[in-house]
DNA sequence: GCGGAAACGGAACTCAACTTCCGTTTCTCA
DNA sequence: TGAGAAACGGAAGTTGAGTTCCGTTTCCGC
């Protein structure tokens, strides 16, 4: 989680400062397309630099693609709070699911993210890719759905992990982005929105208490079946 | 696909087909453990034998886990078809696919199974993963289950393939394999069974129409989405 | 039992990553 | 502008897997 800094903290040199960006942008690029999978030394390449200097400012591969996965997770939880902030609507969680989707389609990083998070999320210590701040936005932004009664009550903040996951992984499999976030967001009954283009017909006119009971009924399934 | 024979198809000797036999069922147990990531020394380790043996065997390790994942299709597309035999109702797909992420739960061989196999169908020619038989074989049970109604028909048969594969992932990382097959099937739009265990408490006592209605109202919502 | 083919074993080789090392270059500050 | 610290470059080192090679052992038909 943290880089190189020889002495406590002294500015970097101008230079240094410029290849550092260079080599973020330019791994950011071929972590887009290769994922983790990327080289040390294709990112040096693609930067114009030496490997050295790759290694001088991420000490390892590991330290570089922390930092990748930190970013994206950042932009990811940041998009998510902004949407709900003005309505946790149904609408607003189907909109941004489907961004996910569409985002992940195109981009092998974000779905390894998500991948490394969840893996990362169960051993906490000791991992370059856990960020607890992180952690606890992600989770106060799944209560809050749940809260308003749009997500099923039953799933736990790792089980979301775990189907965002799910997702990236059935889009790399070459299932439809689209396709995929609806399912998801059927499955985790998403109730269909009321804005344009994300209704999914089902369970329209059901009266309030369905929700409760629903939750209910399906919390006696999980202990039969367990 | 393929395995070695030097001369046309003389019989192994009893060594070798005793020893075959042992790889086979090492690398098994390597693969429900570590997935692909088994290494051929250690298949040899644990089936006693020496590493020149496991290749002369299996010319590479791409060919030994081939079968491992061609076994473990096999079984999965075989049971599929006896389940649906009988009836192919909406409970005996319920019940389906939740064994089948119970399995996954416990083998991570099989899950990379999936993995393996709908990135092999989209390449076709020149992989060793790909098997035309079993293709065919999936194709059908996933249109018999459309057909039938109890599947949304917007479904093409790759996004089934992603989405078994995604439901893997998610239980990979770390979800409840339960509720990773529920939410699969909820998203599918598979009606709750009436068989015990695996109501899951959406949908119920709507009229038979419904079903038809619900099928109209997926596409459309799919071709306004694509 | 014997001869030759088949099969075995495992040390050594290969190859493709990541990482280190150190001589050279560039910056910064007085 | 010159000294010294900081940063750079990229060849070489390391590591960890898959794979090969060939001397030895085991089987099996005569």
């Keep these: 989680m943290v880089l190189t800094q020889s002495p406590p903290n002294r500015p970097l040199r ?7 960006e260079a080599i973020v942008t330019a791994a950011d690029d071929l ?26 400012h991420f000490p390892t591969k590991e330290a570089l693609t922390a930092e990748l996965v930190q970013h994206r997770l950042e932009t990811v939880i940041t ?7 003005t309505d946790a609507s149904a609408a607003a969680i189907r909109a941004f699911i489907h961004s ?34 992180l952690h606890d ?11 308003a ?4 009550s039953d799933l736990a903040v790792e089980d979301f992990d775990a189907l965002m996951c799910g997702m990236g992984q059935s889009i790399l499999a070459g299932g439809n982005p689209e396709l995929m976030a609806d399912v998801l ?13 994300c209704a999914a017909g089902a369970d329209e006119g059901v009266g309030a208490g369905a929700s409760a009971d629903r939750a209910a009924a399906a919390a006696d399934v999980a202990a039969a079946l367990l």
Excluded: H
């Design 14 to 20: 101008a230079d240094a400062r410029r290849n550092r």
């Design 185 to 197: 967001l059927v499955g985790m009954r998403v109730p269909a929105g009321d804005t344009a283009g």
């Design 79 to 85: 998009r998510a709070e902004s949407a709900m902030e």
């Design 149 to 152: 009664g749009i997500v099923r």
């Design 137 to 147: 936005r992600k989770y106060a932004l799944v209560r809050k759905a749940q809260a």
């Design 100 to 133: 996910m989707a569409r985002m992940m389609g195109e981009d092998l990083g974000l779905r390894e993210t998500f991948q490394v998070q969840s893996t990362a999320d169960a051993k906490r210590e000791e991992c370059a890719y856990y960020n607890c701040e």
């Design 31 to 56: 972590f887009r397309t290769e994922g983790l999978a990327l080289q040390m030394d294709e990112v040096a390449q693609r930067a114009g630099l030496g490997v050295g200097t790759v290694y001088r």
